[in-house]
C-alpha cells in the first residue's frame, strides 16, 4: 500500500488546509513537504513565513505549499505529486 493510500481520514481538499496558518502544525512535525516542489524536509529548514498568515514558504522554491507530516498525512513524493496536480496541475 502506498503512503498517500492510508490517507482516509483526510482528503485532497482537508490536507490543503495545512498549508497555511501551519506554523503550530509545523513545530510539532519532525517532517514537512511541499506539494509544488515536492522536496520533503525538516520543518527547521524552513526561514520564510507568510507572517499576516503563519504560513510557511518552502526552502527551495518559497511557495507557500508545506503540508507538516503526521499520522493522519503520511508524506510522500507521490502524495505531494497528487496535491500538486490538484492545486497546480
Do not use: V
Not at 502544525?25 to 520564510?48: H, M, N, Q, V
Not at 504560513?55 to 499520522?71: F, G, K, V, W
Request: hydrophobic share 40%; charged share 20%; proline share 6%.
Amino acid at each position: 500500500m502506498k503512503p498517500y493510500q492510508r490517507l482516509n481520514l483526510i482528503s485532497l481538499t482537508n490536507a490543503h488546509k495545512f498549508s497555511s496558518n501551519n506554523k503550530i502544525w509545523l513545530a510539532k512535525a519532525e517532517r514537512c513537504g511541499c506539494f509544488y516542489c515536492l522536496e520533503l524536509f525538516a520543518p527547521s529548514e524552513i526561514t520564510d513565513w507568510l507572517e499576516i498568515e503563519d504560513t510557511a514558504l518552502c526552502p527551495n522554491c518559497m511557495i507557500d505549499a508545506i503540508l507538516p507530516e503526521s499520522n493522519l498525512l503520511p508524506l510522500s513524493r507521490e502524495f505531494l505529486n497528487e496535491m500538486h496536480q490538484e492545486w497546480f496541475g
